[in-house]
């Protein structure tokens, strides 16, 4: 089994990939931690220890850091970061520590874990700055080869901290990028609805109810009824790579365009010549991607 720790700002795809890191058995998901992004970071944690709640997921949750983040997302997850369904109370698993120092901890202790970052990557820049020494494995939604979401150009957890993700994306570390090439490939379209319908469990009809919220809002911003449920995408990367394609490939953040910070440069084609730096997806098994997550949901009964 990997040891995973699940850096994320919920958000209700962040929650899919909340319940796929916990109960996929090729993960053994050792915490979790919260970045300001979809919210501010009392949100974000509060709306994590309730997933954990419903879910029965039983690890440290660890709060991580509020600055710099650019913006929230409330046109996508609504005010509370996580609208649409009724979640239990927080579950009563707030570490005393920080993200930081909890990741930290893990991997001292652990060694090679993984860092699955569904948010902006402001905690793992922030551990990699104070800790250059230590060598996670990173998988991360985020970025793009092509247009953005939040500007043309940018996608959203790249755009909240740019800076953040230059330092992930230079720090040698194995650094895998799954961006909105491969994420709009994971459409919720209406058989997983009916599908989560048909489970017919408590968690089975949040997630229903969270879906629904997603794809109206999805529809209204981007006129896209079947909404892309991205941040589980980067855990598959890590628990079952055999349904995505990668290539490996350059990747630089553009950190001062004028209308283009936050853009990641893919260079797919080796004009630059500059060395890969990360592994970037590009295609997805959507069928194959679907029964997974779904299997998930199913485990967690
Ligand atoms: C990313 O932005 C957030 O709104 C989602 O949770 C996802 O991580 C998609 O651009
Ligand atoms: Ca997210």
Redesign the pocket.
């Given at each position: 089994m990997i040891p995973v720790v699940l850096d994320?700002?919920p958000?209700h795809?962040?929650v899919f990939a909340m319940l796929l890191a916990a109960a996929h058995p090729a993960i053994d998901l050792r915490a979790i931690t919260t970045v300001a992004?979809?919210g501010p970071l009392d949100k974000v944690t509060t709306n994590a220890l309730r997933v954990c709640a419903l879910a029965g997921i039983d690890v440290p949750v660890a709060a991580g850091l509020s600055q710099p983040a650019a913006g929230n997302a409330p046109s996508i997850h609504g005010e509370s970061a996580l609208d649409g369904t009724d979640l239990p109370e927080p579950a009563d698993l707030l570490a005393d520590e920080d993200a930081v120092t909890l990741t930290e901890r893990l991997l001292d202790k652990a060694g090679p874990v993984t860092i699955v970052a569904?948010?902006p990557l402001t905690n793992v820049a922030a551990l990699l700055r104070k800790r250059p020494d230590l060598r996670p494995r990173v998988a991360f939604?985020g970025g793009s080869c092509g247009r953005g979401n939040w500007t043309p150009l940018a996608e959203f957890?790249i755009w909240a901290d740019p800076e953040a993700a230059d330092v992930v994306l230079s720090s040698g570390l194995e650094v895998t990028m799954c961006g909105l090439d491969v994420t709009h490939q994971a459409t919720a379209t209406p058989d997983v609805f009916e599908r989560l319908r048909a489970m017919r469990t408590p968690i089975a009809d949040r997630m229903g109810d969270l879906l629904r919220f997603f794809a109206s809002t999805y529809d209204e911003v981007f006129g896209m009824p079947d909404p892309p449920v991205h941040?589980p995408v980067a855990v598959a990367a890590v628990a079952a790579p055999e349904l995505l394609r990668f290539v490996d490939a350059p990747i630089a953040v553009e950190l001062t365009g004028t209308h283009t910070r936050g853009a990641t440069v893919v260079d797919l084609h080796g004009v630059t010549g500059k060395p890969a730096n990360a592994r970037v997806a590009l295609d997805l098994d959507r069928a194959e991607f679907w029964d997974v997550m779904l299997a998930a949901v199913e485990r967690l009964g």
């Amino acid at each position: 089994m990997i040891p995973v720790v699940l850096d994320c700002d919920p958000g209700h795809d962040d929650v899919f990939a909340m319940l796929l890191a916990a109960a996929h058995p090729a993960i053994d998901l050792r915490a979790i931690t919260t970045v300001a992004g979809n919210g501010p970071l009392d949100k974000v944690t509060t709306n994590a220890l309730r997933v954990c709640a419903l879910a029965g997921i039983d690890v440290p949750v660890a709060a991580g850091l509020s600055q710099p983040a650019a913006g929230n997302a409330p046109s996508i997850h609504g005010e509370s970061a996580l609208d649409g369904t009724d979640l239990p109370e927080p579950a009563d698993l707030l570490a005393d520590e920080d993200a930081v120092t909890l990741t930290e901890r893990l991997l001292d202790k652990a060694g090679p874990v993984t860092i699955v970052a569904t948010g902006p990557l402001t905690n793992v820049a922030a551990l990699l700055r104070k800790r250059p020494d230590l060598r996670p494995r990173v998988a991360f939604m985020g970025g793009s080869c092509g247009r953005g979401n939040w500007t043309p150009l940018a996608e959203f957890n790249i755009w909240a901290d740019p800076e953040a993700a230059d330092v992930v994306l230079s720090s040698g570390l194995e650094v895998t990028m799954c961006g909105l090439d491969v994420t709009h490939q994971a459409t919720a379209t209406p058989d997983v609805f009916e599908r989560l319908r048909a489970m017919r469990t408590p968690i089975a009809d949040r997630m229903g109810d969270l879906l629904r919220f997603f794809a109206s809002t999805y529809d209204e911003v981007f006129g896209m009824p079947d909404p892309p449920v991205h941040d589980p995408v980067a855990v598959a990367a890590v628990a079952a790579p055999e349904l995505l394609r990668f290539v490996d490939a350059p990747i630089a953040v553009e950190l001062t365009g004028t209308h283009t910070r936050g853009a990641t440069v893919v260079d797919l084609h080796g004009v630059t010549g500059k060395p890969a730096n990360a592994r970037v997806a590009l295609d997805l098994d959507r069928a194959e991607f679907w029964d997974v997550m779904l299997a998930a949901v199913e485990r967690l009964g």
